[in-house]
């Protein structure tokens, strides 16, 4: 049987550093003084250094953070239209951005399928074709895009990757996870609200792959679902940009699930009959610290394990599902190094349902 492999990735963010803007921004929309509060403990505990957007942060002489633009302007914020045009003005910048940091000279003309997964703009001709056009793509390869899924679209476009590989060993498969999470602010005084807008940035990923035996080798693929936990995590549309819940409770139902999971340890289970330990590398979606701390207190995992996705929190924020394609890129670039190669890896990234997506791989 053919094993599909990730042979590289590119990544590319947007060139301004938005997260203290933001910050302040933010400090200006807050009524209260308890939640005040609670904001900025929670800006110190957040694991978030820098996150990046397309829109250029200003400090206006009576010290409102602000973009150059004004598109975000209180009382005036922009309507769905007016964010899904944005979209389609950067979304090609940032997707090209991802595509040079991959390097396609001598691929281009071999890709046989463009895999592209977002959940923050919609257009059409879809970003798929745009992308096939700004790649110099052949006009023929076959376009699949996963849309709306959320955070664990990475592993999603993956699935199709490896399925497309087996298939026909022959295939070249580009997988392109493009997330504007910037152009959905919203103008709010809900501080749930707000701490959910604190952890996201802009991001994108662009990954080959193919039968080459070089990267990282996908084994095989698992989902499970956390019962009565469809409200959990929410992404709908709305008049003024898309519109996320992230519940409270969201960090506490993964870490009893995944518990759970270590102590069932059947076939049947997410980690499919086997031992934590049984893995020496560990690529779980930074959606944020409090999901990275239930990821590692559920399945009980070393204090070391997840700094590869710490580390993409910190610099990035949570780009949706580019994130995970990040913290694998970091991995990637350890193989041979600190990651040994034949080490064992466990992929997951969580998200609406409340549903966790994985994948294990080998380091090749």
Same mark, same amino acid.
């Not at 592209?116 to 074709?129: K, L």
């Not at 493009?178 to 501080?191: A, D, M, S, V, W």
């Not at 330990?277 to 009980?300: C, K, M, N, P, Q």
């Given at each position: 049987?053919?094993?599909?492999?990730?042979?590289?990735?590119?990544?590319?963010?947007?060139?301004?550093? &938005?997260? /203290?803007?933001?910050?302040?921004?933010?400090?200006?929309?807050?009524?209260?003084?308890?939640?005040?509060?609670?904001?900025?403990?929670?800006?110190?505990?957040?694991?978030?250094?820098?996150?990046?957007?397309?829109?250029?942060?200003?400090?206006?002489?009576?010290?409102?953070?602000? /973009?150059?633009?004004?598109?975000?302007?209180?009382?005036?914020?922009?309507?769905?239209?007016?964010?899904?045009?944005?979209?389609?003005?950067?979304?090609?910048?940032?997707?090209?951005?991802?595509?040079?940091?991959?390097?396609? +000279?001598?691929?281009?003309?071999?890709?046989?399928?463009?895999? &592209?997964?977002?959940?923050?703009?919609?257009?059409?001709?879809?970003?798929? %074709?745009?992308?096939?056009?700004?790649?110099?793509?052949?006009?023929?390869?076959?376009?699949?895009?996963?849309?709306?899924?959320?955070?664990?679209?990475?592993?999603?476009?993956?699935?199709?990757?490896?399925?497309? &590989?087996?298939?026909?060993?022959?295939?070249?498969?580009?997988?392109?996870?493009? +997330?504007? !999470?910037?152009?959905?602010?919203?103008?709010?005084?809900?501080?749930?609200?707000?701490?959910?807008?604190?952890?996201?940035? /802009?991001? !994108?990923?662009?990954?080959?792959?193919?039968?080459?035996?070089?990267?990282?080798?996908?084994?095989?693929?698992?989902?499970?679902?956390?019962?009565?936990?469809?409200?959990?995590?929410?992404?709908?549309?709305?008049?003024?940009?898309?519109?996320?819940?992230?519940?409270?409770?969201?960090?506490?139902?993964? %870490?009893?699930?995944?518990?759970?999971?270590?102590?069932?340890?059947?076939? +049947?289970?997410?980690?499919?009959?086997? %031992?934590?330990?049984?893995?020496?590398?560990?690529?779980?979606?930074?959606?944020?610290?409090?999901?990275? /701390?239930?990821?590692?207190?559920?399945?009980?995992?070393?204090?070391?394990?997840?700094?590869?996705?710490?580390?993409?929190?910190?610099?990035?924020?949570?780009?949706?599902?580019?994130?995970?394609?990040?913290?694998?890129?970091?991995?990637?670039? %350890?193989?041979?190094?600190?990651?040994?190669?034949?080490?064992?890896?466990?992929?997951?990234?969580?998200?609406?349902?409340?549903?966790?997506?994985?994948?294990?791989?080998?380091?090749?």
């Amino acid at each position: 049987m053919v094993t599909a492999h990730i042979n590289r990735i590119g990544t590319a963010v947007p060139p301004n550093d &938005v997260h /203290d803007a933001f910050v302040r921004f933010v400090g200006g929309m807050i009524d209260d003084r308890r939640s005040e509060l609670i904001f900025k403990r929670m800006v110190g505990r957040a694991g978030i250094d820098h996150r990046f957007s397309y829109f250029e942060p200003v400090t206006n002489p009576d010290g409102f953070e602000a /973009d150059t633009e004004g598109f975000y302007t209180p009382g005036k914020f922009p309507s769905t239209a007016a964010r899904m045009a944005r979209f389609e003005k950067t979304a090609p910048m940032i997707a090209a951005d991802a595509l040079d940091a991959l390097g396609l +000279e001598g691929e281009r003309e071999r890709i046989t399928h463009l895999v &592209v997964a977002s959940c923050t703009g919609f257009i059409a001709p879809g970003i798929d %074709q745009l992308i096939v056009k700004a790649a110099g793509l052949n006009p023929g390869v076959e376009r699949t895009v996963v849309g709306f899924m959320g955070c664990y679209a990475a592993v999603n476009s993956l699935r199709l990757a490896h399925h497309f &590989v087996r298939s026909d060993p022959a295939a070249r498969v580009l997988v392109v996870n493009l +997330e504007l !999470c910037t152009l959905h602010f919203q103008e709010t005084g809900n501080i749930e609200q707000l701490l959910s807008m604190l952890l996201f940035g /802009d991001g !994108c990923s662009a990954a080959l792959v193919t039968a080459d035996e070089t990267g990282l080798a996908l084994n095989d693929f698992r989902s499970t679902t956390i019962a009565d936990s469809a409200e959990a995590i929410t992404w709908r549309i709305g008049d003024q940009g898309f519109d996320m819940h992230l519940s409270g409770e969201v960090p506490g139902r993964i %870490q009893r699930a995944l518990k759970y999971e270590a102590e069932r340890n059947d076939g +049947e289970g997410l980690l499919r009959g086997t %031992q934590v330990a049984d893995y020496d590398v560990w690529a779980v979606h930074a959606g944020g610290r409090t999901i990275l /701390d239930a990821v590692e207190s559920g399945f009980g995992l070393p204090g070391d394990a997840l700094h590869w996705s710490r580390g993409v929190l910190k610099d990035f924020g949570n780009m949706s599902s580019a994130t995970l394609m990040f913290v694998l890129d970091r991995i990637m670039g %350890q193989v041979g190094g600190n990651v040994e190669k034949a080490s064992k890896g466990f992929g997951v990234a969580f998200g609406p349902g409340l549903a966790a997506e994985s994948f294990r791989f080998t380091a090749v």
